[in-house]
């Protein structure tokens, strides 16, 4: 590693732990362009605790659901916001309530705002008719459409044919349904990718969307351009802070395993409101031929249990076969009203690698806090574990205290540094998949947004207890509009990675 490198990863783990004035790099106001350095992802992935990577996708629910149900109230027993009406003709009769107006529309009542040509409504009922075209706007929701009847006070309503945004979402609907919780789409699609013509979308009968919580989709293509790359039933999706990876083909490569393309299958088992689903993982790579893995997951609100089977890779592309696998995980758990909750994950089943076999035993529970705001420019994220890791093969256990420390900030614009310290006890696993590399870590980095296009990444993995650097990875990431391309070089390993897939899609 060079001195110029060494010496601008000391500075920036010297500015973050003494507090330097900076910008605090807001989950919510991270430019989707540099997703891969959120805050969020960034004081995640720093987390020692590659294992609990499922439980991810049903992380914050219980405080999402708290906090939803706490404004619900709030907004149930808060007085209706003031109703404003403008427009070029104005009509109103105070004795029915009903009021007309045409030219250059617009209603008001916070948050939600309607603007059009021509409308009907009345004051009483709170309800607004519209036979052609309007423009609705309220939280995480813009949408045109014609032929509408709307309650502003209840921030409810249908509309027909209709195009717009919901939840960054791209969205064509027959018919569109909306609510303060969910929008409803019949006979329509829903894509990340903002072209005329997607590169990749999903059409269905009827979509449902609980923003920045979930996706339904009932008789569900998915589409490449103009392939249907398969169909199912029904096909459930966490979204926001929980999504989960991308629907669509990824492809890429890597100095280990050459090309590969990968592609998920899911189908839903029982009736529509069944909870179990069968999936399919398929994977090719140009050095290993295939390796696709199986199963059955039940998804419920406070747990997910899987059945699997098949070849795994992890995050180091370290490969396992499991014959078969059942995995728990607990939703998170929030511990009463204060800001710490947990995640309980539990995995018994039969892992293979090219030298051994064994009966594998995992038992994980972690403990994470609510983001600390130290002042105005520095936020930080803290956790604490304990893991049970039993082998049949040699009759081992192995018992792990771990916990994390992690630092955001963000210098600029266009910049962005974090810093963290991880430590893992007893991190000799008898498997290297998904093991920890580093017992003692501190892991930091940067990302530089050059343009709207384009940033670059450094991450530093330092061994405090060898005094070595563990792991330098580069990264340059490219915006290919609808799709975004990561090329990578791993220093110590001379490894290097190419990933091509869909933005998040979620």
Same mark, same amino acid.
């Given at each position: 590693?060079?001195?110029?490198?060494?010496?601008?990863?000391?500075?920036?783990?010297?500015?973050?732990?003494?507090?330097?004035?900076?910008?605090?790099?807001?989950?919510?106001?991270?430019?989707?362009?540099?997703?891969?350095?959120?805050?969020?992802?960034?004081?995640?992935?720093?987390?020692?605790?590659?294992?609990?990577?499922?439980?991810?996708?049903?992380?914050?629910?219980?405080?999402?659901?708290?906090?939803?149900?706490?404004?619900?109230?709030?907004?149930?027993?808060?007085?209706?916001?003031?109703?404003?009406?403008?427009?070029?003709?104005?009509?109103?009769?105070?004795?029915?309530?009903?009021?007309?107006?045409?030219?250059?529309?617009?209603?008001?009542?916070?948050?939600?705002?309607?603007?059009?040509?021509?409308?009907?409504?009345?004051?009483?009922?709170?309800?607004?008719?519209?036979?052609?075209?309007?423009? #609705?706007?309220?939280?995480?929701?813009?949408?045109?459409?014609?032929?509408?009847? @709307?309650?502003?006070?209840?921030?409810?309503?249908?509309?027909?044919?209709?195009?717009?945004?919901?939840?960054?979402?791209? #969205?064509?609907?027959?018919?569109?349904?909306?609510?303060?919780?969910? #929008?409803?789409?019949?006979?329509?699609?829903?894509?990340?990718?903002?072209?005329?013509?997607?590169?990749?979308?999903?059409?269905?009968?009827?979509?449902?969307?609980?923003?920045?919580?979930?996706?339904?989709?009932?008789?569900?293509?998915?589409?490449?351009?103009?392939?249907?790359?398969?169909?199912?039933?029904?096909?459930?999706?966490?979204?926001?802070?929980?999504?989960?990876?991308?629907?669509?083909?990824?492809?890429?490569?890597?100095?280990?395993?050459?090309?590969?393309?990968?592609?998920?299958?899911?189908?839903?088992?029982?009736?529509?409101?069944?909870?179990?689903?069968?999936?399919?993982?398929?994977?090719? @790579?140009?050095?290993?031929?295939?390796?696709?893995?199986?199963?059955?997951?039940?998804?419920?609100?406070?747990?997910?249990?899987?059945?699997?089977?098949?070849?795994?890779?992890?995050?180091?592309?370290?490969? #396992?076969?499991?014959?078969?696998?059942?995995?728990?995980? @607990?939703?998170?758990?929030?511990?009463?009203?204060?800001?710490?909750?947990?995640?309980?994950?539990?995995?018994?089943?039969?892992?293979?690698?090219?030298?051994?076999?064994?009966?594998?035993?995992?038992?994980?529970?972690?403990?994470?806090?609510?983001?600390?705001?130290?002042?105005?420019?520095?936020?930080?994220?803290?956790?604490?574990?304990?893991?049970?890791?039993?082998?049949?093969?040699?009759?081992?256990?192995?018992?792990?205290?771990?916990?994390?420390?992690?630092?955001?900030?963000?210098?600029?614009?266009?910049?962005?540094?974090?810093?963290?310290?991880?430590?893992?006890?007893?991190?000799?696993?008898?498997?290297?998949?998904?093991?920890?590399?580093?017992?003692?870590?501190?892991?930091?980095?940067?990302?530089?947004?050059?343009?709207?296009?384009?940033?670059?990444?450094?991450?530093?993995? @330092?061994?405090?207890?060898?005094?070595?650097?563990?792991?330098?990875?580069?990264?340059?990431?490219?915006?290919?509009?609808?799709?975004?391309?990561?090329?990578?070089?791993?220093?110590?390993?001379?490894?290097?990675?190419?990933?091509?897939?869909?933005?998040?899609?979620?």
């Amino acid at each position: 590693m060079n001195k110029p490198v060494k010496a601008l990863c000391a500075a920036i783990t010297l500015s973050i732990f003494l507090g330097t004035s900076v910008v605090v790099l807001a989950a919510e106001e991270i430019n989707e362009n540099i997703d891969t350095v959120q805050e969020v992802e960034i004081a995640t992935s720093q987390q020692n605790t590659s294992k609990n990577q499922d439980n991810h996708k049903v992380k914050n629910k219980d405080k999402k659901s708290k906090k939803n149900e706490n404004e619900k109230i709030e907004q149930e027993a808060a007085p209706p916001a003031p109703v404003f009406f403008d427009g070029d003709d104005i009509s109103f009769d105070s004795n029915s309530g009903d009021v007309y107006a045409r030219g250059n529309v617009i209603i008001i009542q916070e948050p939600a705002k309607i603007i059009t040509d021509e409308v009907e409504g009345n004051t009483k009922t709170n309800e607004v008719w519209i036979k052609d075209w309007a423009n #609705i706007k309220q939280p995480n929701v813009d949408l045109n459409g014609h032929d509408i009847f @709307y309650n502003y006070q209840q921030k409810t309503g249908k509309m027909g044919k209709t195009d717009g945004v919901v939840d960054k979402k791209f #969205i064509h609907g027959e018919n569109v349904e909306v609510s303060p919780e969910m #929008i409803t789409i019949y006979n329509g699609t829903i894509t990340k990718c903002p072209a005329k013509k997607p590169d990749y979308r999903i059409s269905a009968e009827k979509i449902e969307v609980w923003p920045n919580d979930k996706l339904i989709a009932y008789n569900a293509k998915f589409w490449v351009k103009d392939v249907v790359i398969y169909s199912t039933k029904k096909y459930t999706t966490e979204i926001g802070e929980n999504r989960e990876d991308a629907v669509f083909p990824e492809m890429g490569y890597n100095s280990s395993d050459g090309f590969f393309i990968k592609q998920t299958f899911t189908e839903p088992i029982g009736g529509e409101d069944s909870s179990v689903s069968a999936f399919f993982d398929f994977g090719y @790579y140009t050095k290993h031929d295939l390796k696709n893995s199986y199963g059955f997951v039940q998804r419920k609100p406070n747990y997910t249990l899987m059945l699997q089977q098949g070849h795994f890779m992890d995050d180091d592309d370290e490969w #396992i076969k499991k014959e078969p696998e059942l995995k728990f995980n @607990y939703a998170t758990q929030r511990i009463g009203d204060g800001p710490w909750k947990y995640d309980f994950e539990a995995i018994y089943g039969k892992w293979k690698d090219e030298d051994k076999s064994s009966w594998h035993q995992d038992y994980t529970i972690y403990f994470s806090r609510d983001v600390i705001k130290l002042s105005d420019t520095l936020n930080l994220y803290v956790g604490a574990g304990y893991e049970i890791v039993k082998e049949s093969y040699d009759h081992s256990q192995t018992n792990s205290l771990k916990y994390d420390v992690t630092f955001v900030n963000r210098f600029s614009d266009k910049l962005t540094g974090w810093s963290g310290y991880h430590y893992t006890q007893n991190n000799n696993n008898l498997f290297d998949y998904d093991s920890t590399d580093v017992a003692k870590e501190l892991a930091s980095g940067i990302n530089y947004k050059l343009d709207d296009k384009n940033s670059i990444t450094l991450e530093q993995s @330092y061994d405090l207890e060898n005094k070595r650097v563990a792991d330098m990875d580069y990264t340059l990431s490219h915006d290919l509009h609808c799709w975004g391309m990561d090329i990578t070089y791993r220093e110590k390993r001379d490894e290097w990675k190419f990933m091509l897939k869909t933005k998040h899609w979620f």
